[in-house]
């Protein structure tokens, strides 16, 4: 840091500190917000990042948290389009959603309850909406339209027994979900685990949303080590990372997969009606050899009147 610095900011020094100090009010603000007094005087102000590293840390932590939450009012646009594109469900496990949904919104409720910066968790509401959405739309491409109102309804008593009434859940019991949480989050990432495995494809999840989790999870480990003191919270981006690794590793793998359990199975049943087919069409030609074998005066009798009635049209 101290290279950097002798290199490349205090040359700047001269250029940057007029820009810096005279930065436009929301943005001034935001930076304080983020930073603090003291590291938004040093990093921004002074320009002095070798004598204040945790600050520059700080910075590093904010900007991850920043470019994670932005990244995830999309993450899983991607995914809802496949969906709506195919009309079709396969290869995604409804209890995944269902298991990641209920830990977003606990974890989301034990950050705001405790009061932590909302570069550390924001994410989570918006990956929690996008979560529903997709829940919704496996359920209906299911056939299951009542168990979509069913989950829509269970999703907001849930929302308001852990958000909005501040009696119906105690901190302690919030303490203890949270706990649970984390093991909700690993169970979350095995079903579609195991369905990607047990249909020997990837089918409509989407790549984009793996990967951009994998690296997100990556960067909350980081964000938390920084900003917040929680290892429960901690030790479920850890996890969460392992089996993301393992997700990543399946899209890979199966990236040129020709086709899914379902499809297979589609295809099978085709080849069978075929071949059946054509056994069938194998039968009635030696049926009508051996009738030919056996009598071959009807069969020549039977084919007389057809030619002459030809003739007579003629």
Known sequence: MEQVQDLVLNPLKPYLIPITHNLPGPINDLAINLLGERCHSALLLDLDFASHPECVSLAISKALGIVIITAASVVKVPQ??????????????????????????????????NGFPFSTYGETALIAIQDVVISVLILVYSKK???????????????????????????????????GAGALSIASKLPQILTIYSQGGTGQLSAFAVFNYLFGSLSRIYTTIQEVDDKLILYGFIAGFALNVVLAA????????????????????????GLQGVGQKGSAAKATEEANRLSPGKANATARPSSSSGRRRG
């Open 80 to 113: 809802i389009i496949k969906l709506v594109k195919s009309q079709s469900s396969e290869g995604l496990s409804f209890t995944s959603y269902l298991l990641e949904t209920a830990s977003f919104v606990i974890s989301l409720a034990y950050n705001m309850r």
């Open 145 to 179: 339209s009542a168990q979509a109102g069913a989950f829509l309804a269970a999703f907001g008593s849930a929302v308001y027994a852990l958000m909005v009434s501040d009696t119906i859940v105690s901190d302690a019991q919030m303490t203890s979900l949270q706990a």
């Open 250 to 273: 399946q899209v890979i793998y199966y990236w040129n997969s020709p086709t899914t359990a379902g499809h297979a199975k589609e295809l099978g049943k085709k080849g069978k009606s």
